[in-house]
């Protein structure tokens, strides 16, 4: 306690707030206790969980690690869904389509140019697309847009 008697009572408030708050920083990006901050951010919800069965995990944009996928869940660009083994989830895009993540695959939605894109790390899907809408498919880099 000799070091802290150096200090002045102001000097040490000071210290002890700058403390609290690197600790309050340091456990909010670690343990993502602000998941969903991503909303704060204004994004636009691009599609929502309407079913999910078994494995269905949700990777936020914002989040350092994946959360157990809900129904009504938000999606927006730059999330990713992985479906386990036995596994699937249903989503309905703002638009009114559906696309189905079929088990054990991993999706990522992104937007290019404004057209929607949905990056297939590994796995399938099933997608209903309108008449005149464009949605593009990325498979090992390659890109394949699907026109209706």
């Excluded at 730059?78 to 895009?93: A, C, H, P, T, Y």
């Amino acid at each position: 306690m000799v070091i802290l008697n150096k200090f002045s009572k102001t000097d040490l408030k000071i210290m002890s707030f700058a403390a609290l708050i690197f600790l309050i920083v340091f456990f909010s990006l670690v343990f993502d206790f602000f998941p969903n901050f991503q909303n704060k951010l204004n994004q636009s919800i691009i599609a929502r969980t309407i079913n999910l069965s078994n494995d269905v995990r949700f990777k936020s944009k914002m989040q350092f690690d994946w959360q157990t996928a809900s129904v009504k869940q938000d999606v927006h660009f730059g999330d990713q869904i992985f479906s386990g083994q036995n596994s699937k989830v249903r989503l309905e895009m703002s638009d009114g389509q559906h696309i189905e993540i079929l088990e054990n695959s991993l999706i990522k939605f992104e937007i290019k140019k404004g057209v929607k894109n949905f990056k297939i790390a590994f796995g399938n899907i099933k997608a209903q697309v309108k008449k005149g809408d464009v949605i593009e498919i990325s498979v090992c880099g390659q890109n394949q847009k699907i026109i209706s």
